[in-house]
């Protein structure tokens, strides 16, 4: 990494922010009386100093999200009703978020229905299943919809994902199950009432409000045989579709970003392998063991016990960060990991199509697992967060990474916190940049990028047993930007 002409391309990207009548209207549309203050959150005391912001982040607020017994436990102390999601979902992590219009899209992991202790309710795989996805209608990050329904029984029943796309719309099997899989949780040989688990979501894009692609892990944790697929979800019909295998290393938690040529930076030093006029194509970071899997696709099987095999090492979230192209209609192609450019950093082009093992690192530290990059509003500048563990400390950390679109390939040094959970999934409408901003008075910072996230906040097994912590909050933060420049 070359840290100092990133220096001065954030330095001018800044300015430009600031000086450019885009950017001026951008920020001129945060209101001071909507920044938050003191007097609302309390907690901003402990992230100013003498002069300024003294935190490197300040996370100033966190509020139950979905699926945290704890939070249904303190609301009902106060009298307080459930939403609808949290009458249905008694845990679950993750939180990947796309915004699609006026909506937010939330796809989780691991869930467990609100009555897994009554009567004797168990899917194919145990009392977890695959929660396909949930909905904030008016961006205050609080769910108003949940894909579920109510059986006569007064249960709810959730179709997962994998019911959705384990075979196609004349019961045909597609290529995300192999035959043992298939024959595990389908062994009527369709998709009938089964609610499987099996999958989490490890990254998700959406083009043109029409389609929503949602990237699917499977046996994560398990270097022995990671995969992940690509899936396609229609939002006008709610209707899934399986693409194809996406990648078996270094891209199986994934985090796209849009580009187009026509506006892409002219004077970029990394420009993406462009084929065509008025492209349209997304640059993927990605994370994951690299290496070929010692069981391959055909042989791998869910009755091994465990799914995600957390005592085998390398553990997932010791990965470096990678970097790859596609092409948007590419996308459509049950081929598509034919059809990635990866970015090899050589003198010969920088980018290879589909051979991911010459995928060089873009920042060789493996402290990445779970992960988000964001795009800010109408500007260059890339946001990077994921919590690592901390080496000097042995305890999780949470990180932000800056880069310029221009150089996509060279991330700042991280601005650290502590870490309330793990996925850091910033969500994209909250956003915020304030040139300036007066928390209190005598409490002001100038140039702050203000953002939310979901994050999970499970413990563990050995500190919280009955999973009473399992579940996701939204985290708001705020971040110096004069401090990352």
Wanted: hydrophobic share 35%.
């Amino acid at each position: 990494m070359k840290p100092l002409p990133l220096i001065l391309s954030l330095l001018l990207l800044l300015v430009t922010l600031l000086m450019a009548p885009e950017a001026a209207a951008y920020s001129s549309a945060v209101q001071t009386d909507t920044l938050p203050s003191m007097k609302e959150y309390p907690d901003l005391a402990e992230c100013f100093g003498e002069f300024g912001m003294s935190e490197q982040v300040c996370q100033y607020e966190m509020s139950g999200f979905l699926g945290r017994s704890e939070d249904r436990w303190e609301q009902s102390q106060n009298g307080e009703q459930f939403d609808v999601p949290n009458q249905l979902v008694d845990g679950t992590d993750l939180g990947i978020n796309i915004q699609v219009g006026d909506r937010t899209y939330y796809f989780f992991g691991d869930t467990l229905p609100y009555s897994r202790f009554e009567g004797n309710r168990r899917t194919p795989s145990g009392q977890f299943f695959g929660l396909p996805y949930a909905m904030d209608f008016d961006d205050d990050q609080k769910l108003d919809w949940i894909d579920a329904t109510i059986d006569m029984g007064g249960e709810p029943y959730f179709t997962s994902v994998t019911q959705e796309t384990a075979f196609d719309e004349n019961d045909n099997p597609t290529g995300l199950l192999n035959d043992i899989e298939r024959e595990f949780f389908f062994p009527e040989g369709k998709a009938k009432s089964r609610e499987a688990w099996y999958h989490v979501p490890t990254g998700a894009a959406q083009v043109d409000d029409e389609t929503i692609y949602y990237w699917y892990g499977k046996y994560i944790n398990n270097w022995q045989t990671d995969q992940n697929h690509l899936l396609a979800l229609d939002v006008n019909s709610g209707q899934w579709r399986y693409v194809g295998r996406f990648a078996d290393q270094k891209f199986i938690q994934v985090a796209p970003v849009p580009v187009e040529r026509d506006n892409y930076p002219a004077d970029a030093a990394l420009t993406p392998p462009w084929t065509e006029a008025h492209e349209r194509g997304f640059l993927i970071y990605g994370s994951g063991r690299a290496g070929e899997n010692m069981i391959g696709y055909e042989d791998a099987d869910p009755r091994w016990g465990s799914f995600c095999n957390v005592t085998l090492t390398p553990n997932y979230r010791e990965s470096e960060l990678y970097l790859a192209y596609v092409k948007a209609a590419d996308l459509e192609r049950p081929d598509v990991a034919t059809r990635l450019y990866f970015y090899t950093g050589s003198a010969q082009g920088n980018w290879v199509r589909g051979a991911i093992d010459q995928a060089m690192p873009i920042v060789e530290e493996a402290v990445f697992g779970e992960f988000s990059v964001r795009r800010l509003p109408d500007s260059d500048l890339l946001m990077l967060t994921h919590t690592r563990l901390n080496p000097d400390e042995n305890i999780p950390e949470f990180n932000v990474r800056f880069a310029d679109l221009k150089r996509p390939m060279e991330w700042s040094e991280p601005q650290k916190s502590f870490a309330p959970g793990y996925g850091d999934y910033v969500i994209e409408s909250t956003l915020r940049f304030a040139p300036s901003w007066e928390a209190a008075p005598g409490m002001r910072e100038d140039n702050v990028l203000f953002f939310a996230r979901v994050v999970s906040t499970w413990a563990g097994p050995w500190v919280d047993p009955l999973m009473m912590g399992y579940g996701t909050s939204v985290v708001w933060s705020a971040v110096d930007l004069d401090r990352v420049l």
